[in-house]
Nanobody, 126 residues
Framework: QGQLVESGGRFVRAGDSLRLSCIAS????????MAWFRRAPGKEREFVAA????????EYADSVKGRFTISRDNDKNTLFLQMNNLQCGDTAVYYC???????????????????WGPGTQVTVSS
């Protein structure tokens, strides 16, 4: 099912912007629903955003709506997460995940996704 590798996480100040990337090794990347999840310190991993394979649908968690933008480049097997106006509450390890396209209706559930990256740390300080 291939590998996913995230990058772009680092230490930033509140109000800054950051773009995360997730490169997929599988050639079938364009066939998958893709998503970002995050795990904040002491909390469970939570849904952040998801995107269908041909960008017909996009969904965000309420906590990031209007600040984060998920996108993908199927030619480059890459998923992105543009994060603007970062807040301390956005501090977390961010994971990308892949699911079969027909799983869109369960996109919020972690069990929907068959492949996960190791994560990239984003730390937001005031």
């Amino acid at each position: 099912q291939g590998q996913l590798v995230e990058s772009g996480g680092r230490f930033v100040r509140a109000g800054d912007s950051l773009r995360l990337s997730c490169i997929a090794s599988q050639r079938s990347f364009s066939a998958y629903t893709m998503a970002w999840f995050r795990r904040a310190p002491g909390k469970e991993r939570e849904f952040v955003a998801a995107i269908t394979r041909i960008v017909s649908s996009i969904e965000y968690a309420d906590s990031v709506k209007g600040r984060f933008t998920i996108s993908r480049d199927n030619d480059k097997n890459t998923l992105f997460l543009q994060m603007n106006n970062l807040q301390c509450g956005d501090t977390a390890v961010y994971y990308c995940a892949a699911a079969a396209a027909e799983k869109w209706h369960t996109r919020y559930q972690q069990s929907t996704y068959h492949s996960w990256g190791p994560g990239t740390q984003v730390t937001v300080s005031s």
